[in-house]
């Protein structure tokens, strides 16, 4: 694997940052409370209505009937059938190349017709086929002209994931002021760990000169959010010392070795206390309940399957904004109670 120079927070004896960085995403970010409300439904809700599909990849020879019927459903122009179909397709643990092509195929035909959601898949898949196939790579101007995309129209991953790529130079010209801009805009939509991002860019220096006060603010509001590391990070600084160094380390490993260093020195309270709150997950059943109330409620989470897609993950996301909870996109048992206690009222 080629060895590039990248960032790597580390809790322990850290050197002074230099000039050029490169990022390794940190663990166990928690999500920031909502600032703005998304309208029920999601950003899908008045998409136009498409034509049918007439040059769409033939299903596998073995495709049962339920599947023959989504097909049959997504060539006529369904949304939420495209999104389906592109979901199963990429399901399996090791999909096969030609799925993978199918799943590229129908994630476009929703995003075309501006689905976010859709949009941000897309591109993601685009990112990371290569971990998927063997001698696949990677297409990674597709992915960003994907991310751009789904940003454009509020999507608060996509503007995380732009935030990642102009700062790692992936895809595009490394540029800190448009990674800064990026994870401002993540962050303002919910996205927590993008303020701690914003305090390793200004730490560093997003136009040339380290900004040691504004990333202490970055730190502190990522910290409020229960973001251990950010903790960290900000008793770091005031203690004098510094929070990134380079690393002429693989990607993995460089992670590898954060995420280890950071758990090392996260408070212990903090720690029990994150323990203590670890969301437990439902069933199928569960996950195909909370499809169901959602939909009640006006959101959109497509077809009540009891499988957790991208476009369930998307609904959650919406209804937990709107109800100024932790935005995580997780199918709990506290999020089902939650729905169960809204749909009741």
């Given amino acids: ?79 939420d059938a ?61 992915a960003v002209r994907w991310y751009r995309h789904a940003a454009d129209q509020g999507h608060a991953e996509a503007m995380y994931d732009l935030g990642l790529m102009y700062t790692e130079g992936s895809g595009v010209p490394r540029d800190t002021v448009q990674a800064a801009h990026w994870f401002e805009r993540a962050a303002d939509a919910g996205i927590a760990r993008a303020l701690f991002m914003l305090g390793i860019l200004y730490e560093q220096g997003v136009d040339g000169a380290p900004d040691l006060e504004t990333a202490a603010g970055w730190y502190s509001q990522a910290a409020a959010t229960g973001d251990a590391t950010a903790e960290v990070a900000l008793k770091r600084l005031a203690e004098g010392q510094g929070n990134v160094r380079i690393a002429d380390l693989p990607l993995e490993r460089a992670m590898a070795k954060t995420a280890t260093a950071a758990a090392r020195q996260a408070p212990p309270a903090a720690e029990k206390q994150k323990q203590a709150a670890k969301p437990v997950p439902v069933t199928q059943a569960g996950v195909k309940e909370i499809q169901q109330l959602l939909a009640r409620l006006g959101y959109k989470p497509g077809k009540a399957d009891g499988h957790l897609g991208k476009r369930t993950t998307a609904a959650i996301r919406a209804y937990q904004k709107a109800q100024k909870l932790s935005v995580d996109g997780r199918a709990t048992q506290t999020l089902l109670e939650h729905l169960r206690r809204r749909v009741q009222a």
Avoid at 48 to 67: C, H, I, Q, S
Avoid at 82 to 101: C, M, N
Avoid at 114 to 122: I, Q, S, V, Y
């Fill in 1 to 79: 694997m080629r060895r590039i120079a990248r960032i790597s927070l580390l809790a322990s004896a850290l050197l002074a940052a230099p000039p050029l960085l490169a990022l390794i995403p940190t663990p166990a970010m928690a999500e920031a409370p909502p600032r703005k409300p998304e309208p029920a439904g999601g950003q899908d809700a008045a998409l136009p209505a498409a034509a049918a599909v007439t040059n769409a990849p033939a299903l596998p020879r073995n495709a049962d009937d339920a599947l023959r019927a989504l097909d049959a459903r997504a060539r006529a122009g369904e949304l």
């Fill in 82 to 142: 495209q999104i389906g179909l592109a979901e199963y397709f990429v399901s399996g643990t090791k999909p096969d190349p030609r799925d993978v092509k199918r799943a590229l195929f129908w994630y476009e035909q929703a995003a075309g017709r501006g689905d976010a959601d859709a949009a941000w898949a897309l591109a993601s898949l685009n990112r990371y086929r290569h971990e998927l196939l063997e001698k696949s790579r990677a297409d990674m101007e597709e």
